[in-house]
């Protein structure tokens, strides 16, 4: 099967299919399985301190002789040792969220490595495509985590009539119908986060895979607006006692005392009543744990089919 576009050139990839960096969940192991599938395997460095990722990207070197990204989170308190570590490390590739990378950009570019910022606004990528950045990961509202105002519905057409680089879409997308409708929207390859967490290669904790599996459509809420790092998860105990702090015009420095730790209790721990558990809109749709290589096979003779069909409408078929 071919679906070819300048994001698979660029990461020497099979498909256009990144996966998402998520902290904890986008382990080496996840990684691998989505590099040696065709696609590109993202370790998420989240909060992690250095030695912790390095041992991932060991994992992933061993693993496969694919390319890989190390996502940096840059409100991370470690985010200078991640940086340190992933030049070190010679990683191909790097992405970038939850902030501007700016001055990181020229230390990357100097490495060899290809630098790929998250963004959620026109006037962020803008700014970055004047940098160097080799293509930028547009990431609407639907997504799970730390999450922007646009939805990717909106945020992709803009950004494709702003910018020269190629994108890639972030956010709502979880099979063949996501990928064709991004491509359609001026796409060149999506990032999918939620969908990998429910496959078997993920180590996420079996009870964050169901809590997704059991999601319905509206569940996934955000939370912390008034942070200023709006966060969505799936709602739970947690959720609704951030909620009514937030009701109450509680200082946000308690609320974010109140989320710090939580994304791992959930993830490593399996605590989905009192962890936070970061997820997309999408999670209503996903119903089922399989393995990494089938999901993306599953998306790719989908998006074939339905770009094939597309042409009926026009000869009347
Ligand atoms: O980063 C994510 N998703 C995340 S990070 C995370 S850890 C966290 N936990 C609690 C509070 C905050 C973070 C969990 N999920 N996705 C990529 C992403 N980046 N989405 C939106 C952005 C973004 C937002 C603002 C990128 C740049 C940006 O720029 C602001 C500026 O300084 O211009």
Redesign the pocket.
């Known amino acids: 099967m071919l679906l070819e576009t300048r994001i698979n050139r660029l990461f020497e990839i099979k498909y256009p299919i990144l996966q998402g960096g ?2 904890w969940a986008a382990t080496g192991e996840l990684a691998a399985a989505v590099s040696s599938s065709g696609g590109l395997g993202i370790i998420g460095a ?2 992690a301190p250095q030695d912790v990722i390095r041992e991932e990207i060991r994992k992933i070197k061993q693993k496969t002789d694919k390319n890989f990204a190390v996502n940096i ?3 991370s308190p470690f985010v200078d040792d991640i940086v340190k570590l992933v030049i070190e490390e010679k990683v191909p590739i790097v992405t970038t ?4 990378p700016g001055k990181y950009i020229d230390r990357f570019k100097e490495n060899g490595m290809k630098v790929v ?5 026109v006037i ?1 990528a803008k700014r970055l495509q004047r940098l160097d950045i080799d293509a930028v ?1 547009a ?1 609407g509202n639907e ?6 105002e646009l939805t990717t519905m909106t945020l992709i057409p803009q950004l494709a009539d702003q910018l020269d680089i190629p994108i890639i879409a972030a956010g709502g997308i979880a099979d063949g119908r996501g990928l064709a409708a991004a491509l359609n929207l001026g796409a060149e390859g999506i990032q999918m986060g939620t969908r990998f967490v429910c496959s078997t290669e993920c180590t996420a904790h079996p009870n964050y895979k169901k809590a997704i599996l059991n999601a319905k459509d509206r569940d996934a809420v955000v939370t ?1 607006r008034t ?1 200023g ?1 709006p ?1 969505r998860n799936l709602k739970n105990r947690l959720s609704r006692e951030i909620d009514k702090l937030e009701q109450k015009g509680v200082k946000k420095e308690i609320i974010e005392e109140k ?1 710090s730790g939580k ?1 791992r209790e959930a993830v490593v721990e399996g605590n989905i009543d009192n962890g936070s558990v ?1 997820a997309g809109q999408i999670s209503g749709m996903i119903d089922q744990i399989i393995p990494v290589d089938k999901i993306i096979k599953n998306i790719v003779s989908k998006t074939i089919e339905i770009i094939d069909n597309n042409c009926a409408y026009i000869k009347g078929e």
């Open positions: 998520m902290a989240g909060n989170m840059l409100l969220g939850a902030g501007n910022p998250v963004v959620s606004s962020l990961i990431e997504a799970g985590g730390h999450v922007g912390g942070t790092h966060v989320g994304l970061m």
